[in-house]
């Protein structure tokens, strides 16, 4: 008889997919945080409570704080002018000139929306450029804020920079699921500190 052929050890490639589609994450994963230099967490009462640096500042939280607290000034201006993100401006019916709120194109001034039925984006955008740096935020409905500090030499997509601000939050949310975690404290649980260093590849 003749014996059984051993099976191949060539890696079998993934269904309808590529043998590298590893590295394909690993590279949207790279691009998402290309450039990246400061993650900064406010808390709700606007002092810091976790910052993360990366690159030649790596372990120096000081390094961008002065234009951490600039850019909160640009957002809190914004948040208190209804500005930023909030999808609240109304735009005119040029047939009559009534103002239509928006998503309700049948309705006039005459029926105003309640401010709680406005609905905000979190993304803000950016708020605070510098000769050498680019500040994004994001401010969560329970006041938190996210920054995230860019070097001005590297081109972000918005929607890259919206993932990195997803991941924030959803590390947030867990560290302030813990029953002992204060909103105003500072967040420095192994965790936590692992998914923000974690934010940046290059």
Known sequence: TVPARA???VPLRPAGGSAYGDQVIIKKNAAMSAGLRCVGVIGPNNAPVHITT???TENDA?????????ALDEVELRSAGGGGGASASSSTDQGNGNQTPPGNPGATSGHQTSSSQIQKDPFLGMVFPTEQAKVFAYKTNTRAVFLLVYDDSFVQQESDIKQVFAKIHDAYAEAMS???AAPNSRIDSAKFCAEMRGLCTD
């Open 178 to 180: 813990n029953p002992f």
């Open 62 to 70: 000081n390094a961008y704080l002065h234009v951490l607290h600039c």
């Open 7 to 9: 099976a191949s050890a």
């Open 54 to 56: 990366f690159g030649e």
